[in-house]
DNA sequence: CGACAGATGTCGCTTAGTCAACAGAAAAGG
DNA sequence: CCTTTTCTGTTGACTAAGCGACATCTGTCG
Protein backbone atom coordinates (compact mmCIF):
# COMPACT_ATOMS: atom_id res chain seq x y z
CA UNK A 1 0.00 0.00 0.00
CA UNK A 2 2.85 2.63 0.45
CA UNK A 3 4.79 3.11 -2.50
CA UNK A 4 1.83 2.17 -4.35
CA UNK A 5 -0.51 4.85 -2.92
CA UNK A 6 2.38 7.36 -2.49
CA UNK A 7 3.00 6.91 -6.70
CA UNK A 8 -0.74 7.71 -7.37
CA UNK A 9 -0.56 11.03 -5.63
CA UNK A 10 2.07 11.98 -7.63
CA UNK A 11 1.65 10.25 -10.81
CA UNK A 12 -1.97 11.86 -11.03
CA UNK A 13 -0.81 14.94 -9.45
CA UNK A 14 -2.62 17.52 -12.12
CA UNK A 15 -5.94 16.07 -12.91
CA UNK A 16 -7.02 15.34 -9.26
CA UNK A 17 -10.07 16.34 -7.55
CA UNK A 18 -8.99 19.70 -5.91
CA UNK A 19 -10.63 18.34 -2.49
CA UNK A 20 -8.52 15.61 -2.20
CA UNK A 21 -5.04 17.76 -3.58
CA UNK A 22 -6.42 20.08 -0.29
CA UNK A 23 -6.88 17.20 1.75
CA UNK A 24 -3.34 15.33 1.63
CA UNK A 25 -2.03 18.92 1.49
CA UNK A 26 -3.40 19.57 4.83
CA UNK A 27 -2.58 15.88 6.10
CA UNK A 28 1.22 16.99 5.43
CA UNK A 29 1.14 19.86 6.77
CA UNK A 30 -0.44 18.87 10.68
CA UNK A 31 2.09 16.11 10.17
CA UNK A 32 5.26 18.26 9.57
CA UNK A 33 3.94 20.71 12.82
CA UNK A 34 3.39 17.96 14.72
CA UNK A 35 6.84 16.73 14.07
CA UNK A 36 8.05 19.46 15.51
CA UNK A 37 6.39 19.12 18.47
CA UNK A 38 6.73 15.45 19.27
CA UNK A 39 8.56 12.51 18.40
CA UNK A 40 6.63 10.37 15.23
CA UNK A 41 5.84 7.26 17.41
CA UNK A 42 3.79 9.95 19.78
CA UNK A 43 1.61 11.02 17.13
CA UNK A 44 -1.59 9.87 17.03
CA UNK A 45 -4.06 9.86 14.16
CA UNK A 46 -6.60 11.75 16.45
CA UNK A 47 -3.58 14.11 16.94
CA UNK A 48 -3.24 14.72 13.02
CA UNK A 49 -6.90 14.79 12.92
CA UNK A 50 -7.74 17.78 15.12
CA UNK A 51 -4.23 19.49 13.90
CA UNK A 52 -5.59 19.28 10.45
CA UNK A 53 -9.01 20.21 10.98
CA UNK A 54 -10.68 17.20 9.36
CA UNK A 55 -12.08 14.64 10.11
CA UNK A 56 -10.64 11.68 11.46
CA UNK A 57 -12.73 9.35 8.94
CA UNK A 58 -11.20 11.32 6.32
CA UNK A 59 -7.61 10.41 7.29
CA UNK A 60 -8.49 6.78 6.44
CA UNK A 61 -9.83 7.29 3.26
CA UNK A 62 -6.25 8.45 2.33
CA UNK A 63 -4.04 7.20 4.24
CA UNK A 64 -3.85 3.19 5.75
CA UNK A 65 -1.25 4.66 8.69
CA UNK A 66 0.59 7.45 9.85
CA UNK A 67 3.56 5.93 8.36
CA UNK A 68 2.13 6.01 5.01
CA UNK A 69 1.15 9.71 5.40
CA UNK A 70 4.72 10.46 6.36
CA UNK A 71 6.01 8.86 3.87
CA UNK A 72 3.80 10.15 1.40
CA UNK A 73 4.77 13.40 3.15
CA UNK A 74 8.22 13.25 2.60
CA UNK A 75 7.96 11.92 -0.92
CA UNK A 76 6.11 15.10 -1.97
CA UNK A 77 8.15 17.76 -0.13
CA UNK A 78 11.58 16.15 -1.24
CA UNK A 79 10.03 16.02 -4.86
CA UNK A 80 8.85 19.69 -4.47
CA UNK A 81 12.32 20.75 -3.96
CA UNK A 82 13.36 19.61 -7.44
CA UNK A 83 11.05 21.07 -8.76
CA UNK A 84 11.69 24.34 -7.60
CA UNK A 85 15.26 24.32 -8.12
CA UNK A 86 14.56 22.88 -11.92
CA UNK A 87 16.58 19.79 -11.20
CA UNK A 88 16.51 17.94 -14.14
CA UNK A 89 19.27 15.47 -15.74
CA UNK A 90 18.46 16.16 -19.08
CA UNK A 91 20.90 18.93 -18.67
CA UNK A 92 23.88 16.51 -18.26
CA UNK A 93 26.68 18.94 -16.69
CA UNK A 94 26.24 19.28 -12.72
CA UNK A 95 22.93 17.28 -12.97
CA UNK A 96 24.36 14.81 -10.61
CA UNK A 97 25.46 17.17 -8.24
CA UNK A 98 22.62 19.06 -8.19
CA UNK A 99 20.50 16.02 -7.21
CA UNK A 100 23.15 15.05 -4.50
CA UNK A 101 22.86 19.01 -3.13
CA UNK A 102 18.95 18.69 -3.35
CA UNK A 103 19.34 15.70 -1.74
CA UNK A 104 21.71 16.75 1.30
CA UNK A 105 19.47 19.82 2.12
CA UNK A 106 16.26 18.80 2.19
CA UNK A 107 18.04 15.87 4.68
CA UNK A 108 19.11 18.21 6.55
CA UNK A 109 16.18 20.99 7.08
CA UNK A 110 14.37 17.75 7.51
CA UNK A 111 16.14 16.65 10.31
CA UNK A 112 16.25 20.31 11.91
CA UNK A 113 12.74 20.50 11.41
CA UNK A 114 12.00 17.42 13.57
CA UNK A 115 11.61 17.56 17.13
CA UNK A 116 13.95 14.67 18.45
CA UNK A 117 16.42 16.56 16.21
CA UNK A 118 18.22 13.94 14.41
CA UNK A 119 16.03 11.35 15.02
CA UNK A 120 16.84 7.84 12.80
CA UNK A 121 14.63 8.46 9.57
CA UNK A 122 12.24 5.47 9.52
CA UNK A 123 12.63 2.97 6.96
CA UNK A 124 9.72 3.56 5.00
CA UNK A 125 10.74 7.35 4.86
CA UNK A 126 14.02 6.20 3.24
CA UNK A 127 12.38 4.30 0.65
CA UNK A 128 10.33 7.52 -0.54
CA UNK A 129 13.33 9.50 -1.03
CA UNK A 130 15.32 6.96 -2.86
CA UNK A 131 12.40 6.66 -5.33
CA UNK A 132 12.26 10.08 -6.36
CA UNK A 133 16.17 9.98 -7.04
CA UNK A 134 15.46 6.80 -8.68
CA UNK A 135 12.44 8.05 -10.42
CA UNK A 136 14.61 11.36 -11.46
CA UNK A 137 17.60 8.97 -13.07
CA UNK A 138 15.73 6.74 -14.89
CA UNK A 139 14.07 9.70 -16.72
CA UNK A 140 17.17 10.96 -16.91
CA UNK A 141 18.83 7.77 -18.70
CA UNK A 142 15.82 7.59 -20.73
CA UNK A 143 16.64 9.77 -23.08
CA UNK A 144 20.15 7.75 -23.70
CA UNK A 145 21.56 5.27 -25.70
CA UNK A 146 22.34 2.64 -23.13
CA UNK A 147 25.20 0.19 -23.58
CA UNK A 148 23.37 -3.10 -22.80
CA UNK A 149 26.18 -4.32 -20.23
CA UNK A 150 23.67 -3.39 -17.32
CA UNK A 151 20.42 -2.87 -16.88
CA UNK A 152 19.17 0.24 -16.29
CA UNK A 153 17.09 0.06 -13.55
CA UNK A 154 20.04 -1.64 -11.53
CA UNK A 155 22.28 1.74 -12.65
CA UNK A 156 19.59 4.02 -11.15
CA UNK A 157 18.93 2.18 -7.75
CA UNK A 158 22.66 1.66 -6.89
CA UNK A 159 23.18 5.54 -7.75
CA UNK A 160 20.13 6.33 -5.92
CA UNK A 161 20.56 4.75 -2.55
CA UNK A 162 24.63 5.59 -2.97
CA UNK A 163 23.55 9.23 -2.74
CA UNK A 164 21.11 8.89 0.16
CA UNK A 165 23.64 6.83 2.08
CA UNK A 166 25.95 9.19 1.29
CA UNK A 167 23.81 12.38 2.35
CA UNK A 168 22.31 10.63 5.21
CA UNK A 169 25.71 9.74 7.25
CA UNK A 170 26.79 13.16 6.50
CA UNK A 171 23.77 15.07 8.03
CA UNK A 172 24.45 12.58 10.57
CA UNK A 173 28.20 13.36 11.40
CA UNK A 174 28.63 16.19 13.95
CA UNK A 175 31.06 18.43 12.31
CA UNK A 176 29.76 17.91 8.95
CA UNK A 177 31.45 20.21 5.68
CA UNK A 178 29.26 22.33 3.94
CA UNK A 179 26.59 20.61 1.51
CA UNK A 180 28.52 22.28 -1.65
CA UNK A 181 31.26 20.37 -1.17
CA UNK A 182 30.09 17.13 -0.17
CA UNK A 183 27.80 16.98 -3.08
CA UNK A 184 30.78 17.82 -5.54
CA UNK A 185 32.73 15.01 -3.33
CA UNK A 186 29.41 12.75 -4.02
CA UNK A 187 29.43 14.08 -7.91
CA UNK A 188 32.74 12.50 -8.42
CA UNK A 189 32.59 9.49 -6.42
CA UNK A 190 29.11 8.62 -8.81
CA UNK A 191 29.65 10.18 -12.12
CA UNK A 192 31.87 7.16 -13.72
CA UNK A 193 28.70 4.44 -12.46
CA UNK A 194 26.55 6.48 -13.94
CA UNK A 195 28.72 6.74 -16.86
CA UNK A 196 29.35 2.46 -17.38
CA UNK A 197 25.57 2.55 -18.21
CA UNK A 198 25.27 5.25 -21.53
CA UNK A 199 26.80 4.31 -24.49
CA UNK A 200 30.30 5.73 -24.99
CA UNK A 201 29.54 8.43 -27.19
CA UNK A 202 26.56 9.82 -24.50
CA UNK A 203 27.28 11.90 -22.24
CA UNK A 204 26.21 12.35 -18.48
CA UNK A 205 27.49 14.95 -16.03
CA UNK B 1 -28.48 40.37 2.04
CA UNK B 2 -25.47 41.89 3.29
CA UNK B 3 -25.32 42.51 6.48
CA UNK B 4 -27.31 38.95 7.35
CA UNK B 5 -24.86 37.30 5.98
CA UNK B 6 -22.37 39.10 7.35
CA UNK B 7 -23.71 38.18 11.16
CA UNK B 8 -24.64 34.57 10.31
CA UNK B 9 -21.14 34.06 9.39
CA UNK B 10 -19.71 36.04 12.27
CA UNK B 11 -22.40 34.57 14.91
CA UNK B 12 -22.03 30.67 14.54
CA UNK B 13 -18.60 31.06 13.88
CA UNK B 14 -18.29 28.11 16.23
CA UNK B 15 -20.34 25.24 15.48
CA UNK B 16 -20.19 25.34 11.62
CA UNK B 17 -19.20 22.62 9.29
CA UNK B 18 -15.56 22.72 8.56
CA UNK B 19 -15.44 22.83 5.55
CA UNK B 20 -17.47 25.78 5.14
CA UNK B 21 -15.18 27.45 6.87
CA UNK B 22 -12.37 26.59 4.84
CA UNK B 23 -13.95 28.06 2.18
CA UNK B 24 -15.13 31.31 2.80
CA UNK B 25 -11.44 31.52 4.26
CA UNK B 26 -9.84 30.54 1.21
CA UNK B 27 -12.46 32.75 -0.94
CA UNK B 28 -11.43 35.69 1.70
CA UNK B 29 -7.82 35.28 1.16
CA UNK B 30 -8.41 35.17 -2.77
CA UNK B 31 -9.87 38.38 -2.27
CA UNK B 32 -7.39 39.98 -0.31
CA UNK B 33 -4.61 38.68 -2.63
CA UNK B 34 -6.47 40.03 -5.73
CA UNK B 35 -6.91 43.30 -4.05
CA UNK B 36 -3.41 43.49 -3.90
CA UNK B 37 -3.05 42.82 -7.93
CA UNK B 38 -6.03 44.77 -9.54
CA UNK B 39 -8.22 47.02 -8.58
CA UNK B 40 -11.78 45.77 -7.00
CA UNK B 41 -14.21 46.58 -10.27
CA UNK B 42 -12.15 44.75 -12.05
CA UNK B 43 -11.88 41.91 -9.86
CA UNK B 44 -14.56 39.25 -11.63
CA UNK B 45 -16.04 36.02 -9.88
CA UNK B 46 -14.06 33.66 -12.09
CA UNK B 47 -10.85 35.69 -10.89
CA UNK B 48 -11.77 34.49 -7.33
CA UNK B 49 -13.06 31.24 -8.15
CA UNK B 50 -9.43 30.68 -9.55
CA UNK B 51 -7.63 32.60 -6.76
CA UNK B 52 -9.31 30.83 -4.48
CA UNK B 53 -9.17 27.21 -6.31
CA UNK B 54 -12.60 26.84 -5.92
CA UNK B 55 -15.48 26.16 -7.88
CA UNK B 56 -17.25 28.81 -9.31
CA UNK B 57 -20.50 27.78 -8.10
CA UNK B 58 -19.16 27.20 -4.23
CA UNK B 59 -18.52 30.92 -4.57
CA UNK B 60 -22.43 31.46 -5.50
CA UNK B 61 -23.22 29.43 -2.41
CA UNK B 62 -21.62 31.57 -0.22
CA UNK B 63 -22.05 34.76 -1.37
CA UNK B 64 -24.41 36.27 -3.83
CA UNK B 65 -22.00 38.48 -5.47
CA UNK B 66 -18.22 40.16 -4.69
CA UNK B 67 -19.45 43.11 -2.95
CA UNK B 68 -21.17 40.67 -0.17
CA UNK B 69 -17.54 39.03 0.01
CA UNK B 70 -15.55 41.55 0.09
CA UNK B 71 -18.16 43.07 3.15
CA UNK B 72 -17.51 40.04 5.20
CA UNK B 73 -14.16 39.73 4.45
CA UNK B 74 -13.55 43.04 5.81
CA UNK B 75 -15.61 42.52 8.78
CA UNK B 76 -14.16 38.96 9.55
CA UNK B 77 -10.75 40.62 9.93
CA UNK B 78 -11.46 43.82 11.39
CA UNK B 79 -12.74 41.48 14.24
CA UNK B 80 -9.77 39.18 14.30
CA UNK B 81 -7.82 42.22 14.98
CA UNK B 82 -9.65 43.14 18.08
CA UNK B 83 -9.74 39.70 19.13
CA UNK B 84 -6.31 39.41 18.83
CA UNK B 85 -5.48 42.57 20.79
CA UNK B 86 -8.50 41.58 23.52
CA UNK B 87 -10.01 44.85 22.95
CA UNK B 88 -12.66 44.62 25.01
CA UNK B 89 -14.93 47.61 26.96
CA UNK B 90 -15.06 45.59 29.85
CA UNK B 91 -11.51 47.26 31.25
CA UNK B 92 -12.78 50.51 31.16
CA UNK B 93 -10.12 52.68 31.19
CA UNK B 94 -8.75 53.14 27.47
CA UNK B 95 -11.08 50.94 26.07
CA UNK B 96 -12.24 53.75 23.70
CA UNK B 97 -8.90 54.88 23.11
CA UNK B 98 -7.79 50.57 21.86
CA UNK B 99 -10.92 50.96 19.85
CA UNK B 100 -9.62 53.78 17.86
CA UNK B 101 -6.42 52.68 17.67
CA UNK B 102 -7.24 49.49 16.57
CA UNK B 103 -9.92 51.67 13.61
CA UNK B 104 -6.59 53.75 12.69
CA UNK B 105 -4.33 50.60 12.06
CA UNK B 106 -6.93 48.32 10.61
CA UNK B 107 -7.79 51.46 8.06
CA UNK B 108 -4.13 52.09 7.49
CA UNK B 109 -3.43 48.29 6.80
CA UNK B 110 -6.35 47.64 4.69
CA UNK B 111 -5.61 50.90 2.92
CA UNK B 112 -2.11 49.55 2.03
CA UNK B 113 -2.62 46.28 1.15
CA UNK B 114 -5.34 47.48 -1.87
CA UNK B 115 -3.71 47.89 -5.26
CA UNK B 116 -5.21 51.29 -5.75
CA UNK B 117 -3.45 52.27 -3.04
CA UNK B 118 -5.63 54.65 -0.85
CA UNK B 119 -8.62 54.27 -2.92
CA UNK B 120 -12.04 54.70 -1.26
CA UNK B 121 -13.50 52.23 0.60
CA UNK B 122 -16.94 50.85 -0.87
CA UNK B 123 -20.22 52.02 1.18
CA UNK B 124 -21.08 48.65 2.32
CA UNK B 125 -17.37 47.95 3.50
CA UNK B 126 -17.90 51.05 5.82
CA UNK B 127 -20.69 49.50 7.20
CA UNK B 128 -19.32 46.64 7.77
CA UNK B 129 -16.43 48.20 10.07
CA UNK B 130 -19.20 50.33 12.07
CA UNK B 131 -21.38 47.32 12.62
CA UNK B 132 -18.48 45.69 14.06
CA UNK B 133 -17.56 49.22 16.49
CA UNK B 134 -21.34 48.99 17.17
CA UNK B 135 -21.48 45.53 18.71
CA UNK B 136 -18.40 46.03 20.69
CA UNK B 137 -19.84 49.72 21.96
CA UNK B 138 -23.21 47.97 22.82
CA UNK B 139 -21.62 44.60 24.56
CA UNK B 140 -19.60 47.16 26.82
CA UNK B 141 -22.52 49.27 27.62
CA UNK B 142 -24.85 46.20 28.34
CA UNK B 143 -23.14 45.25 31.53
CA UNK B 144 -23.61 49.27 32.52
CA UNK B 145 -26.37 51.11 34.20
CA UNK B 146 -28.30 53.49 31.80
CA UNK B 147 -30.03 56.83 32.44
CA UNK B 148 -32.56 56.80 30.23
CA UNK B 149 -32.20 60.27 28.70
CA UNK B 150 -31.28 58.45 25.10
CA UNK B 151 -31.59 55.20 23.96
CA UNK B 152 -27.81 53.19 23.93
CA UNK B 153 -27.92 52.03 20.52
CA UNK B 154 -28.23 55.54 19.42
CA UNK B 155 -25.17 56.73 21.12
CA UNK B 156 -23.49 53.43 20.06
CA UNK B 157 -24.16 54.31 16.77
CA UNK B 158 -23.32 57.50 16.50
CA UNK B 159 -19.79 56.92 18.65
CA UNK B 160 -19.19 54.03 16.26
CA UNK B 161 -19.46 56.28 12.73
CA UNK B 162 -17.37 59.11 14.81
CA UNK B 163 -14.55 56.72 15.30
CA UNK B 164 -14.93 55.51 11.61
CA UNK B 165 -15.25 59.02 10.16
CA UNK B 166 -12.17 60.06 11.95
CA UNK B 167 -10.00 57.39 11.24
CA UNK B 168 -11.23 57.52 7.38
CA UNK B 169 -9.98 60.75 6.87
CA UNK B 170 -7.09 60.25 8.80
CA UNK B 171 -6.04 57.58 6.75
CA UNK B 172 -6.61 59.64 3.71
CA UNK B 173 -4.99 62.17 4.99
CA UNK B 174 -1.19 62.89 3.57
CA UNK B 175 0.69 64.38 6.33
CA UNK B 176 -1.11 62.05 9.06
CA UNK B 177 0.32 61.98 13.05
CA UNK B 178 1.19 58.76 14.38
CA UNK B 179 -1.93 56.16 14.85
CA UNK B 180 -1.43 56.27 18.22
CA UNK B 181 -1.83 60.04 19.00
CA UNK B 182 -4.66 60.15 16.65
CA UNK B 183 -6.37 57.36 18.62
CA UNK B 184 -5.48 59.52 22.09
CA UNK B 185 -7.44 62.63 20.51
CA UNK B 186 -10.89 60.60 19.25
CA UNK B 187 -10.80 59.15 22.85
CA UNK B 188 -10.38 62.50 24.33
CA UNK B 189 -13.37 64.31 21.49
CA UNK B 190 -15.87 61.10 22.23
CA UNK B 191 -15.21 59.92 25.41
CA UNK B 192 -18.20 62.57 27.21
CA UNK B 193 -20.87 61.38 24.02
CA UNK B 194 -20.03 57.79 25.89
CA UNK B 195 -20.74 59.08 29.37
CA UNK B 196 -23.90 60.46 28.84
CA UNK B 197 -25.39 57.55 28.15
CA UNK B 198 -24.52 55.58 31.39
CA UNK B 199 -25.72 56.71 35.26
CA UNK B 200 -23.63 59.05 36.72
CA UNK B 201 -22.07 56.44 39.26
CA UNK B 202 -20.77 54.28 36.23
CA UNK B 203 -17.30 54.82 34.73
CA UNK B 204 -16.56 54.47 31.71
CA UNK B 205 -12.67 55.40 30.19
C1' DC C 1 -25.36 45.89 -37.45
C1' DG C 2 -24.41 41.00 -36.29
C1' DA C 3 -20.71 37.95 -34.66
C1' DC C 4 -18.27 36.52 -31.03
C1' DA C 5 -15.55 35.87 -26.83
C1' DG C 6 -16.13 36.07 -22.07
C1' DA C 7 -18.64 36.71 -17.60
C1' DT C 8 -22.76 35.62 -15.04
C1' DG C 9 -26.20 32.99 -12.42
C1' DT C 10 -28.35 28.61 -12.07
C1' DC C 11 -29.24 23.51 -12.16
C1' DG C 12 -28.64 18.41 -11.74
C1' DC C 13 -25.64 14.80 -10.86
C1' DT C 14 -21.48 12.83 -8.74
C1' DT C 15 -18.09 12.56 -5.17
C1' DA C 16 -15.47 13.99 -0.93
C1' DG C 17 -15.83 15.24 3.81
C1' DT C 18 -18.47 15.41 8.24
C1' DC C 19 -20.45 13.39 12.06
C1' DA C 20 -22.24 10.18 15.37
C1' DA C 21 -22.08 5.69 16.65
C1' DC C 22 -20.13 1.31 16.94
C1' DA C 23 -17.13 -2.73 18.55
C1' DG C 24 -12.70 -4.07 19.54
C1' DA C 25 -7.73 -3.26 20.97
C1' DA C 26 -4.50 -1.19 23.85
C1' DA C 27 -3.11 1.55 28.14
C1' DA C 28 -3.85 3.14 32.71
C1' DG C 29 -4.60 2.58 37.12
C1' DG C 30 -6.82 1.44 41.39
C1' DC D 1 -6.92 -8.90 38.68
C1' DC D 2 -10.80 -6.24 36.50
C1' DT D 3 -12.56 -1.66 35.58
C1' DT D 4 -12.11 2.55 33.19
C1' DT D 5 -10.43 5.15 29.78
C1' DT D 6 -8.45 6.21 25.50
C1' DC D 7 -7.35 5.17 20.80
C1' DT D 8 -8.53 2.64 16.76
C1' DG D 9 -10.77 1.26 12.47
C1' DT D 10 -15.15 1.06 10.19
C1' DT D 11 -19.92 2.03 8.89
C1' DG D 12 -24.01 4.68 7.03
C1' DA D 13 -26.67 8.86 6.63
C1' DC D 14 -26.21 13.60 5.57
C1' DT D 15 -24.22 17.79 3.45
C1' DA D 16 -20.81 20.62 0.96
C1' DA D 17 -18.00 21.01 -3.02
C1' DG D 18 -16.83 19.73 -7.82
C1' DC D 19 -18.10 19.67 -12.49
C1' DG D 20 -20.32 20.29 -16.83
C1' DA D 21 -23.99 22.36 -19.12
C1' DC D 22 -27.14 25.80 -20.01
C1' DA D 23 -29.44 30.29 -20.98
C1' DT D 24 -28.49 34.66 -20.35
C1' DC D 25 -26.00 39.11 -20.37
C1' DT D 26 -22.28 41.84 -21.16
C1' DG D 27 -18.66 44.35 -24.04
C1' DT D 28 -15.81 44.59 -28.19
C1' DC D 29 -14.49 44.35 -32.94
C1' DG D 30 -14.91 44.24 -37.95
Same mark, same amino acid.
Given at each position: ? %?? #???????? =????? $?????????? !?????????????????????????? &????? &??????? $??? @??????????????????????????? %? !?????? %? @?? $????? &???? &??????? !??????? =????????????????? %???? @??????? @??TVAWAIFGAANTWVQT????? =? #??????? $???????????????????
Amino acid at each position: M %AI #ESFNAEQH =ARENL $DPRVRRSRQM !LHEAMASLLRKKSFEDISIQDIAEES &TLNRA &TFYSHYP $DKH @TLLQCMIGSRFQELMARREVKLGSCEG %A !LKALAL %A @TC $DFLLE &TSRA &TCGGKAQ !LEGSVQA =AIVAVLRAMLNEGLAYR %ALNG @TVSAEVV @TSTVAWAIFGAANTWVQTPERCS =A #EHMSELI $DRLLSSILHSAVAPASNLG
